[in-house]
DNA sequence: ATGTAGTGTGAATCAATAA
DNA sequence: TTTATTGATTCACACTACA
């Protein structure tokens, strides 16, 4: 659990290891654009009163403990643009953050993280399958909590596996609102009383998929409220290197020796389905280069409204249009763009079949990427 | 419409007519402590860049209004803090608000109402059934939108409807997360050219829920961004009083009309939010991500002919074939298509377990209505 | 080197309603 | 039955030329 790698060119980051320490003076003690991505789960400044019974007179046991006590909002918007400012220094330039919180404190957070510079990309509503009722019939049931999706910047370029989780949706697009149940069960942490050991443990299907849509295997992950380090747990799982922060001693412990439980899933497993723009870029060049279409042949539009004819250098003149075969097709249906590789079709067999099959006949020659 | 009742014991109010004017000088004008809900659609200053061209190259009609632009965060955030006080001074010491916004604005809005005062009950999640899809693949669909319900202060003795919520939830009680379908078909107010009347019209369900909630017969109910007016025509239905102010005479005459035929108590209005069940779709990446299926654990097929390894994404390989639980069935059998839930099994107690059993145990848990 | 503006290529959609 | 339309959108990126 302290095994220390250094990464080339990189200064030290303490990687797999749980740091000891208040999580603004440990931030800043790390070296600054190191971190791929922040996953954070601060204090909700839950403001309970008394104590909630249930229907049958049982006490509920509420989050009441000291670290989630402020004394006002001005105080836990100081504590929440404070450990902001010290993450957004950490991650590099096209990093990315997510937060997790309820009403209590997430309008603050967000409304924080867009005055600190960060960019918004999403918020994402994990609606709870099972949330606690409202045993006194006052409100609506509690049941979901939001997370704030950002990058650090505007202009960054963040990770999104979109293919791997429109196939965790089966084949739809991921949406913005995610239903997955609380943590209970075996997953939950007990101690030694039978008591569960973090009031607040998040279920590691909400890490889950925050990683594979947002990180690659390799990818530095810091937690700077680890808890009982679901988050760490997750990325080691999944082939991520993870950072976790945490300043209650018993927290520590309790997650070291769950992760040192934790094991790898295989390779194979981790690779993910990717989409066609990582594809090598094929240059229609190319096909007239290789032979598979000739300078001087037909080449016939999907709806069959329009012709063209391919040029020695990979252009296709129709109807007086030079250009593309992206710049030809968009021209000829009046839009401002069209995908050639899709719209153009030549004769085989008397069939008509898109272009797009030779590229994809030179893709598979190319040499087989793991992903 | 120019109706104006002199409640017993209080100024006189425009009620169930539409101001012309600046929501917050109009507001200012109104007499203290006389409202009992208002229901408020600020703009979402969205910052949009180009234009958003679906696959298919047709472009999205976007909003870009004129109102809805600010030159800032600063700006944004005055405007905010000012139409909010102007609200608040209106409310009866008992009264609510509800407020709904988008990721671009509803963190600064939440923690603009936390700092004037307002007391947050609930955050609603209305997620749309029939979201705009994200064309470009860069993020998650953004599926839903956000409703804060906040009291006038933290002591006031706010109203809600807890029975009447619970029946319209076929007899559970009511969560924070409502699935509601968006505005369109002849519920979308067209102009004469048959485009749409305003950009971001609400729909009636959402409105009905809302009154039902959180108002009883004969409140008053004020809509500062009244636009085409939903909030008036649902109070109406419903036997509420209502006021509306709203700047743009094109959407103040749209709404009188709309106004004028709306009747209360229209039976037909009030099925609005019933609707139809389905059983959950579940998708197979759930299992994964929950853990009841491990990346690179064997899956077997029913006739124990084949193999396949699942992987982090949820999507299957075996003998070089990728792809989801259906596809990759339907390709081992040669198969035009296969159901996947039911042909592949996994090793429980050494008995074969078809993977349908762990969706069904999904199913059962979720407790929530699908539509 | 470093940054910015301009240009060329090319990737991408779900559910519901209306026609 | 099939096809067309549409909805609150912070929705591309790599490369070159040039300051």
Not at 40 to 58: C, E, F, I, T, V
Not at 171 to 176: A, C, P
Not at 245 to 252: D, S, V
Request: some cysteine; hydrophobic content about 40%; aromatic content about 8%.
């Amino acid at each position: 659990m302290t095994t220390t790698k250094t990464k080339k060119g990189a200064a030290a980051l303490p990687l797999n290891t749980i740091v000891d320490g208040d999580c603004i003076e440990a931030m800043n003690a790390l070296p600054a654009g190191s971190i791929d991505l922040i996953f954070a789960d601060p204090p909700y400044n839950l403001q309970l009163k008394g104590d909630l019974h249930r229907p049958d007179n049982s006490r509920v046991d509420a989050v009441d403990d000291a670290w989630d006590q402020f004394s006002s909002f001005a105080a836990y918007d100081r504590f929440t643009q404070d450990w902001l400012a010290a993450a957004r220094r950490l991650l590099k330039p096209n990093g990315a953050i997510w937060v997790i919180g309820s009403y209590h404190n997430i309008f603050r957070v967000g409304a924080a993280m867009q005055n600190a510079g960060y960019w918004i990309l999403n918020d994402v509503v994990w609606r709870k399958s099972n949330p606690m009722p409202n045993f006194r019939g006052k409100r609506l049931t509690n049941a979901h909590e939001t997370l704030i999706w950002a990058s650090k910047e505007e202009a960054s370029k963040y990770t999104f596996n979109y293919e791997a989780l429109k196939a965790l949706n089966e084949g739809v697009q991921m949406r913005s609102d995610w239903v997955l149940p609380i943590c209970t069960g075996h997953e939950r942490l007990k101690n030694e009383a039978g008591e569960k050991a973090h009031p607040t443990q998040k279920p590691m299907s909400l890490l889950h998929r925050v990683m594979v849509a947002t990180t690659n295997p390799g990818d530095v992950v810091l937690d700077p409220f680890f808890g009982t380090g679901t988050t760490g747990a997750v990325a080691k799982m999944l082939g991520r290197e993870y950072i976790g922060i945490e300043r209650e001693a018993n927290y520590r412990e309790v997650a070291e020796k769950r992760l040192s439980k934790v094991r790898k899933f295989d390779k194979e497993a981790l690779q993910v389905t990717t989409s066609k723009r990582a594809e090598p870029r094929v240059p229609f060049g190319q096909l007239v280069e290789r032979g598979m279409l000739n300078p001087g042949e037909e080449l016939l539009s999907m709806n069959g409204r329009h012709k063209a004819k391919v040029r020695a250098d990979g252009t296709l003149i129709g109807d007086d249009i030079k250009g593309s075969i992206h710049q030809v097709g968009a021209k000829l249906e009046g839009a401002p763009s069209c995908n050639g590789w899709t719209y153009w079709c030549f004769k085989r067999d008397g069939k008509m079949v898109p272009i797009d099959l030779l590229r994809q006949q030179i893709r598979a020659e190319m040499t087989d990427r793991p992903n």
